[in-house]
């Protein structure tokens, strides 16, 4: 039996939710929705219709599951909520802080609906909350590290942009080795921003533009980059689309703990992602957990859920006995 | 609601789970039960019974759960579905080619008696087998490595205390860097057995022992060592009780797989351990799971389950409000 999946918002994530589909062949993308004019939207799947989202609840028998693409700021806290009305929903929702409200948000509207809202799907929150989590409840005393990177970071892209003078900007944040070869070790350090991760920002300046301005602001520049060595290198744009256009990101979530009588043996987890594309593979992970949405929700469950409330086996294509006699 | 775990075998890997129990506030040893008579077992924690496995239908109901720490080859194909007729069990069955089998003897029994069974939790099988399932149900397209090491390999060591002339050995086995580092590249090499591992052997010989004959069978020794690049150390009884006492081991689960139109971007997918004390860090995933055991049966779940089959929220002393707000 296939998942009919449709894809709700065409940007990165959405296309890379589009070709996810292409590598799960129990998937099958029925319709892309999207709140611009459809016909200004071209996708890369043939004879699957691009289909304005006044008219989404057409879709409502013809889908199992909706995966849904907006961002965290304004887009999901309303989406998500309204969706689950009529249909199985997947977000990324990546606003640690406001996960809870959102989490209570969309569980009342799934119960009434009977459907269900799997949030906070993707890397980090996702797979680094499992990493967490696991880790957590087999070594009970120890200290937790997350590092992010090598990888560009959007939100900071966009800041740098922001500023006078500056055309184009990409951001990467870096983990500073020394701070995760103590971790690894052992050591249990307590690290300050600066000292778990360091900035580089790649800038293309506008003709005639003041560089040490333009440097300073970003150095200077409150909860994005002032509590942080940050270095700044200007290039060309050509430099820029050469060298800076995928979207590579990752990192590090490790946890160090401590077993015995006397607490004399030391134990580290470290669960690491190294990503060409953060896009797509978030989007990976999206189309997993929807394969779990569409079952559980045939078993009866409704109600939102967690990648932390989904059993493994659930995610996977293959049957029970198969993962068992090969993967366990 | 505290657990009430009994400790069927009390050899290292129960002696962990004693320590394990002391880190986990919600749980409490009732009982440590021993086929040995129980007047010559002395255990770490006081007022808490050694009781005869004779008398363990006893603890009927006085027990949780049960997690039995025997070996895979002989007492858990017996014990596990045995045992579970009365209580619900954890083992950490760990002979990969038999759990399929492992596994419906324990689903028969344990949905006979209304229990739970969970089989083959450690880590690997265990934490390792989880990292391949997720892994490969986000990249569908890809390679599964697993490099265990640098650590003892009890089996190994035993393998070679068997050998004329040998007084005791310890083998440690070692992941080979060079692979390591093209798995983690994303080469995806193809990889022979002496490609990813060495062997380095410990030994203590006895006096007028012909040491170059211990080696050649040593490094010989089919299945055990022929097949790897083999290293031999002759050191003294005090050397080996000074440097290699301890029980360390670890190991690595990478897959790399591709995303994109035309596979244009790869995805590395990296679980490591490296612990101080193999018996003690398996223990504290036994406990774990056993707490998740307790909470399903008590909603009414029966029958074998893996680590596939249990939702990650179980294995937490938290509340879920807890866990999602802080964890996510």
Redesign the interface.
Known sequence: MSVKIGIYGYGNLGK?VE??I???KDTELVAVISRRDPSTVKI?TENVPVVSSDLVKEYKDKIDVMIICGGSATDLPKMTPELVKNFNVIDSFDT?AN??TH?SNVDKAAKESGKIGII?VGWD?G?F??A???S??????GEDYTFWGKGVSQGHSDAVRRIDGVLDARQYTVPVPEALEAV?A?KNPQLSTREKHTRVCYVVAAEGADKAKIENKIKTMPNYFADYDTTVHFISAEEMKRDHSGLPHGGLVIRSGK???NN??????????????NP??T???LI?FA?AAARLNAEGVSGCK????????Y???KS??E???H??
């Not at 967690?306 to 086996?313: L, S, Y």
């Open positions: 890379g070709q996810a292409k590598k799960n890369a640690h996960i809870p989490f906070s929150p797979m909350s499992l967490r989590l696991y957590n409840c087999i070594l009970t005393e690894r052992g077993t015995g009588a004399e043996n030391t134990h580290i987890i470290e669960y690491r992602l190294k990503l060409d594309s797509e593979f989007a990976s992970v997993a394969r967690t990648v932390f409330d989904i059993a493994p086996a995610l996977s294509e029970h006995e993962i068992i006699s993967m366990l």
